[in-house]
């Protein structure tokens, strides 16, 4: 069954291109014209992911972006204006599992699908254990779930692969450039600002003092680890 992605852009001819390009590799394709609409095709088509642009009238991508988060965890990629740095980590720290920067080529908008896909579709862990636990921590691998003292935290596909990187190798130093690589692809091995933004988003759901992280510590120098 063809993977289902939802385009939500108020530009007709853009949403057109992006369709056409996302079609010939064989993925189906809804759209949505604005926020409103992209909230309520995400309740009732469920799409495999979201393509989001953030300039739109009257609700923009950041605050469907924040809605979507509130009911889901479909990836999504939040599609950015040229260099602006500030709309980036906003949105990553909104949840959103990746961005593109317009103006954008067939082959990139593709490949940064391809690998958000990826993350989603292979969150499992290679444990021998059914869970993991360290100090309120707990990772629930058959079920994919992720507990703090007992109450569960709702993660993305992109943090929770990104948690089980620090589950597995707990107790080793992991650089940015081994994380990149292991969670979002060989692609992504200079894009630490979105490292650095997902690290932050799990430690204000997981730790009890982010500003003061026990369960995802940072090394100077030397990358992060789990102790």
């Known amino acids: 069954m063809a993977e289902r992605i939802l385009v939500v852009d108020d530009e007709p001819r853009f949403v057109r291109l992006v369709e056409a390009n996302l079609q010939t590799e064989g993925f189906d394709v809804i759209k949505a014209k604005n926020g409103q609409q992209a909230i309520d095709l995400t309740v009732s088509e469920k799409p495999d992911l979201i393509l989001l642009d953030v300039m739109m009238p009257e609700m923009d991508g950041f605050a469907v972006c924040e809605r979507i988060r509130e009911f889901s965890t479909v990836p999504i990629i939040m599609l950015t204006a040229k260099g602006d740095e500030e709309h980036k980590v906003r949105g990553l720290n909104l949840g959103a599992d990746d961005y593109v920067i317009k103006p954008f080529s067939a082959n990139e908008l593709l490949a940064r699908v391809r690998a958000v896909l990826r993350r989603a579709q292979h969150a499992a862990p290679e444990f021998g254990e059914s869970r993991f636990s360290r100090g309120d921590l707990t990772i629930d691998f058959a079920r994919a779930e992720v507990s703090v003292a007992g109450q569960l935290v709702s ?64 090394l100077s120098g030397e990358g992060y680890v789990m102790p």
């Open 155 to 218: 993660l993305s596909a992109t943090e929770y692969r990104l948690l089980l990187q620090f589950a597995r190798n707990a107790g080793n130093t992991l650089t940015s450039e081994e994380l990149l690589r292991n969670v979002w692809g060989p692609e992504y091995g200079e894009e630490k600002e979105i490292l650095w933004v997902s690290i932050s988003r799990l430690r204000q759901k997981l730790e009890k003092n982010p500003k003061n992280p026990q369960l995802i510590v940072t």
